[in-house]
């Protein structure tokens, strides 16, 4: 097993982007799967103690996934990803803005890029994360964005471990 796997997480601020690469020990079937079905994408996309609830999901170019993070005191937290592109195991792009429980998004928001890639039994994922409005990238960094995506890409770790067959 590798213990080694690469995670870098880089917020450039004049281009408004955030840069994250994560590796994994899985197959890229398994990782692409984990990114792109609800079920498991509610086993990880939330930081502990909160909870993620896809209430829709339709992964397919112009389709979205409309989900909430939940916390501990039943807090909603909405969000609404609408996907651009999709080129299946090699990549997938989406616009993501935060919402109401309504699905009315609020703007601005940020564009997604994912790359998959693998290697001798290592998946690697690299996402780009382009934001509209560099108040709304900082706002995001200062509530702990980096720490929550940390926690999530620990999440998938393990999640990953009990769907191996």
């Known amino acids: 097993m590798t213990n080694n796997l690469l995670f870098d997480f880089?917020?450039?601020?004049?281009?408004?982007?955030?840069?994250?690469?994560?590796?994994?020990?899985?197959?890229?079937?398994?990782?692409?799967?984990?990114f792109t079905k609800a079920e498991i994408l509610d086993q990880w996309t939330a930081p502990a103690p909160f909870m993620a609830k896809t209430k829709s999901m339709n992964f397919e170019v112009g389709g979205k996934r409309v989900y909430a993070m939940v916390s501990p005191e039943g807090h909603e937290r909405w969000a609404i990803q609408t996907y651009t592109s999709i080129n299946p195991k090699t990549n997938f792009k989406m616009f993501s803005a935060f919402a109401d429980a309504d699905e009315n998004p609020q703007l601005?928001?940020?564009d997604w890029d994912y790359t998959f890639s693998e290697q001798n039994g290592i998946t690697k994922v690299n996402i780009s994360i382009y934001n509209e409005s560099l108040?709304?990238?900082?706002k995001l960094i200062e509530m702990g964005f980096k720490e929550g995506f940390t926690m999530s890409m620990l999440n998938l770790e393990n999640v990953l471990k009990t769907l191996k067959k």
Not at 10 to 31: E, G, P, S, W
Request: net charge negative.
């Open 10 to 34: 880089t917020v450039d601020k004049a281009a408004k982007m955030v840069y994250i690469t994560r590796q994994f020990n899985a197959d890229l079937d398994l990782v692409w799967d984990a």
């Open 108 to 110: 601005p928001g940020s």
């Open 135 to 138: 108040e709304r990238m900082e």
